[in-house]
């Protein structure tokens, strides 16, 4: 069965960079670090903070992308983007499944 795609191609048009630390370790005791450039469908937001000094604006974001953007990595933990020339540091990540167990989008939430 051919499950319908949530997030679409033809709306991903936000260039990306994404640098994805993995849990491990290399032979050399470097982390294990994945990297790609994407198209995605980016979207965000702010939020104020107001703490007893002053106040705080909070922007977070989220960027969707079609399929699996790192198939061999089992967890989106951890990592940075640079989006729109800003650096900006993974907060979480998701793959979202079908059914069947493929993914369908995949989606990163950003600080």
Known sequence: ??????????????????FLYDEGITEDGEPITYDGSFKCNYQDSAKTILTDEKKLVQITGRAFFVGDIFPDVPTLSGGEVVIFGEKRMIESGMKARNPDGTVNYTRLDLR
Not at 1 to 9: A, E, Q, T, Y
């Open 1 to 18: 069965m051919k499950f319908p795609c949530l997030v679409h191609k033809r709306l991903c048009k936000t260039p990306i960079e994404v």
